[in-house]
């Protein structure tokens, strides 16, 4: 098999099967959840209290919490991770192009020089992850193996496809070692702590809830 | 040990919510803003997240451990949390470590290792209906004793035990009657200036602090809970007070 075949089948089929397992995974992961909650008790789900969750969901999904007041470097550091990665996956101008001739839908991109920045943003922040995961030692001792191999796999394709776009390296081998390193991650979300994707909003959701009942606050 | 009934309550635990949390904790550390053991004594172990380790273990070994490994669990999840929900405040996915760490002091209750001190509490707090075993003459003579000391200053004031139809229920940490009746003295001063129309119980139940709850013992838990709630509705009451 020669690169540029791997290339069209890392891109194809297998990117329709990685997308299918992320897509069908997280939404198995929410399932399961709501599933077995209900089997332990058919009470539960009575009584959830929506609007608190959503202050909580908010409450995080903007940085208007107390770990943002207090911790306001990790805090920068996690949203430019986060929101650097979805902003380039969703809106890089090549990635918008492959869907446009794939399924004939478009949507508007992110000029190349802002994604190149975004990257860069990406980069950086999960190199401050790294950096704190070894040199404060509380965060070192929570550290598991699977914790670098999550940051390693997200990393990855934002790295590849910075080198493969730069045409830094041999470019046939980096857009492909790109689209390959793309499917691992989101084959591994429903299968690692990356569910947060979709469980994040479940767990703030079931917390906001519970603190809600309790009127202590959309924590 | 017991490996089945460790590994019986291990699944009995296994709910939604431990799955949920035990696979999203990111093991980023933000919850240590959050603890006041950390804060006060800053060891990786004082980490709440670290907490979840001896659960995580013993899912990965699916139960099959040893005596030791259970006694490093009893003395993370004892002896490093007060579960006082602080560290869920801190984390960005709001995970609840004291949910999972009453989970894993329930693993600790089913091989009998439940420490010394809250044993015996939990076992007074069964057989006296409060943890510090306080007889009820002893629970009673005290808030008669505080009332006739509180009516020397406020005369009209009362400490109604057993009023039907009140419409509240106070409940009281047993340490305020045995060692701080002071504080018992505040309560009603309190209650009775602020024209509160409320009753205490002679019956077991007068203790709301739930020891068993403390100690992930569920069936306890159970059993003491139900006993503050069955005193609350033979009176009558509309609202029950719980101690802090």
């Given at each position: 098999m020669t690169l540029l075949s791997l290339y069209d089948f890392a891109a194809g089929p297998l990117f329709a099967f990685s997308f299918s397992v992320f897509a069908l995974g997280s939404g198995w992961r929410v399932l399961r959840f709501v599933l077995l909650a209900r089997a332990a008790d058919p009470a539960a789900l009575k009584g959830f209290r929506p609007s608190w969750a959503l202050k909580s969901i908010l409450r995080w999904l903007v940085p208007a919490n107390i770990t943002a007041r207090e911790n306001a470097l990790m805090t920068a550091a996690g949203f430019s991770f986060h929101l650097a990665l979805l902003g380039v996956a969703l809106f890089f101008s090549a990635h918008v192009v492959l869907v446009d001739l794939a399924w004939d839908v478009s949507w508007p991109t992110l000029p190349d020089e802002a994604a190149d920045w975004l990257t860069y943003l990406f980069l950086a922040s999960a190199a401050f992850l790294a950096w704190r995961r070894l040199s404060l030692p509380h965060v070192r001792a929570l550290t598991t193996a699977s914790d670098w191999l999550v940051l390693a796999l997200t990393a990855a394709p934002m790295l590849t496809g910075l080198i493969a776009y730069r045409q830094w390296g041999d470019y046939d081998l980096f857009i492909t070692l790109h689209v390959l390193s793309g499917n691992l991650m989101l084959l591994a979300v429903p299968f690692t702590?990356?569910?947060?994707?979709?469980?994040f909003f479940v767990s703030r959701a079931v917390t906001g809830s519970d603190f809600g009942k309790r009127n202590v606050g959309a924590w | 040990m017991d490996l089945g009934i460790l590994k019986q309550a291990l699944a009995g635990k296994s709910g939604a919510r431990l799955k949920l949390w035990m696979e999203i904790c990111a093991r980023c550390g933000l919850c240590a803003q959050g603890c006041h053991f950390f804060q006060s004594d800053p060891r990786p172990e004082h980490v709440p997240a670290y907490r979840l380790k001896p659960l995580a273990e013993l899912i990965r070994k699916k139960g099959d451990v040893d005596e030791a490994f259970m006694q490093w669990l009893v003395d993370t999840a004892y002896g490093t949390c007060t579960m006082c929900q602080r560290c869920t405040m801190f984390c960005p996915h709001g995970i609840s470590i004291a949910f999972l760490v009453r989970a894993t002091r329930a693993l600790a209750v089913s091989q009998g290792m439940t420490p010394q001190g809250l044993a015996s509490g939990l076992a007074n707090a069964l057989e006296f209906g409060n943890n510090l075993g306080i007889t009820e003459e002893e629970y009673i003579e005290t808030v008669e004793w505080q009332l006739e000391e509180l009516q020397a200053e406020m005369p009209d004031a009362v400490a109604p035990i057993d009023k039907k139809g009140a419409e509240v229920l106070v409940t009281f940490h047993p340490r305020d009657i045995k060692f701080y009746p002071q504080n018992l003295y505040c309560y009603l001063k309190l209650y009775n200036a602020a024209g509160l129309d409320f009753t205490l119980t002679s019956a077991k139940g007068w203790d709301s602090t739930n020891i068993g709850l403390f100690a992930g013992d569920d069936p306890a838990a159970a059993e003491l809970a139900g006993r503050v709630v069955a005193a609350g509705e033979n009176l009558g009451v509309r609202t029950i007070l719980t101690a802090e």
């Open positions: 702590k990356l569910s947060h994707a979709v469980l | -």
